[in-house]
């Protein structure tokens, strides 16, 4: 496997909506504060009214892109199980492509994240999250979320990495974003998601072959708590550069109330549930995906391709 610890940075966008009896309003004031009312009054201008009947949660996962996102996530993940140049041979490392491919998919993850994010839901605080993505600036910023997982945009964000480091943004602007990082807990989850992927490699590896990886679960714990702290600052600043690349359109004040929303307690509450339920799903596919790879391809094998100076893949 490579040595590199993956760095993702996630700002995912997650809605379900509950079936009423009857008819309740929630509105934003102007400054996008969340208010309950069981009927519409004169202090609630922008009135939102969530009729009764279910909304299919895939369809409010495609509506957010929610879905687009964990494509771009697990597309930059899958190069996680890549192993170091010279260690297989091409053929091996062909078998190994395709048992990520089968089995690091969006699906699996998005099935696991709907099913661990069920467990924990409070609908009083989803819901007002949905007023919030269904407000103007709540849909621009989702747009702007889902475009960021596009494909095209690893070579757009490293491009302007690269401007940021000679015309650095404004105190203001950097304040903003680090409060949203800490609010939305970006860089905590893609710190986790970096020390998990080799945690489950290495039990993956330890498990197909006992007697050539002398390795426990609590050394393997303890490596994974190292790979994680040795991360940390890394990812955090990566996220610091992904988020000003992410929100680069909107200004200050839009960004304010954005990090204003997500400090709320509906906010953090689904902020720290989305975090938890995806963790838990990667972690799962990633346990999977390592043990199928060494099913495929044994850790020996890897040990005598590597000693024999196997030819490196392209």
Same mark, same amino acid.
């Given at each position: ?45 922008? &009135? ?67 099913? +661990? ?31 960021? &997982? +596009? ?13 940021? &480091? ?11 974003? +680090? ?27 330890? &498990? ?56 709320? +307690? ?49």
């Amino acid at each position: 496997m490579t040595e590199r610890a993956g760095v993702v940075v996630l700002v995912a966008a997650l809605v379900i909506a509950r079936p009423a009896s009857a008819e309740i309003h929630r509105w934003v004031d102007a400054r996008g504060i969340v208010h309950y009312t069981d009927r519409v009054t004169r202090s609630a201008p922008i &009135a939102v009214a969530l009729t009764s009947g279910p909304v299919a949660l895939e369809a409010l996962f495609e509506l957010t892109g929610t879905r687009r996102q964990v494509t771009g996530l697990t597309r930059r993940l899958m190069s996680e199980f890549r192993p170091a140049k010279g260690q297989l041979t091409t053929s091996d490392e062909a078998t190994i492509v395709r048992v990520v491919a089968r089995t690091l998919t969006a699906d699996a993850v998005m099935r696991l994240t709907r099913e +661990e994010f069920a467990r924990g839901l409070d609908r009083p605080k989803l819901e007002a999250k949905l007023v919030w993505l269904r407000s103007p600036l709540g849909h621009r910023i989702a747009a702007l979320e889902m475009a960021t &997982a +596009e494909p095209d945009q690893d070579r757009l964000l490293t491009e302007f990495a690269r401007q940021l &480091a000679s015309v650095p943004t404004s105190e203001r602007r950097r304040e903003l974003i +680090e409060r949203l990082d800490w609010v939305s807990g970006g860089s905590e989850v893609s710190a986790d998601i970096a020390a998990a992927l080799p945690a489950s490699i290495a039990r993956a590896a330890a &498990a197909s072959a006992p007697g050539v990886h002398h390795i426990s679960r609590r050394q393997i714990d303890s490596q994974t708590d190292e790979i994680r702290a040795t991360t940390a600052g890394r990812v955090r600043q990566a996220t610091v550069v992904s988020m000003l690349y992410t929100y680069r359109t909107l200004s200050d004040e839009e960004l304010e109330r954005y990090v204003e929303f997500e400090g709320t +307690e509906a906010g953090r509450w689904y902020n720290g549930l989305l975090r938890r339920a995806l963790l838990a799903a990667l972690t799962r596919v990633f346990d999977e995906t390592a043990q199928a790879v060494f099913a495929a391809v044994p850790p020996e094998r890897w040990s005598r391709a590597g000693n024999a100076g196997a030819a490196p893949s392209p």
